[in-house]
């Protein structure tokens, strides 16, 4: 009854995504002064999430029980706006140090979610 819940799903693939995004901005960063390299990106999870073709309606919990949808979609790297280096490397790092932050923040997200729910599932069980 309380296991493969939508909650813990979208929590796991918030921290998955912003993990993958993490490590796209970690190798823009080392390659900043590489000439020639041009950035990479993640699309954001929000956008990922409404075109993953996810039905936001029901889902089954057990055989039997509605209509279920399909797993998690990978999300593909694209290429970032260059900002104009003169050496033709396209990579700012106030950018990238900025989108840092921003992934920080969906990862600290998708755990408080996770923590949350816990918790609620905890006291529903009549457990704290």
């Known amino acids: 009854m309380f296991y493969d819940l939508n909650v813990f799903k979208t929590a796991y693939a918030m921290a998955t995504h912003a993990g993958q995004r993490q490590s796209v901005i970690a190798r823009n960063m ?3 002064d590489t000439p020639g390299y041009q950035p990479r990106d993640i699309e ?4 990922a999430f409404e075109i993953s073709g996810r039905d936001v309606a029901m889902t089954a919990t057990r055989a039997g029980h509605l209509h279920g949808v399909g797993g998690p979609k990978p999300w593909a790297e694209i290429e970032a706006a260059p900002s104009g280096d003169p050496n033709g490397n396209g990579v700012s790092v106030e950018e990238e140090m900025l989108k840092g932050v921003e992934v920080k923040r969906q990862h600290d ?3 408080a979610i996770y923590k949350s ?5 905890r006291s529903s069980l009549g457990r704290a």
């Open 109 to 111: 997200r998708a755990l």
């Open 44 to 47: 954001p999870f929000k956008k």
């Open 30 to 32: 080392a390659n900043a």
């Open 117 to 121: 729910s816990i918790t609620i599932l």
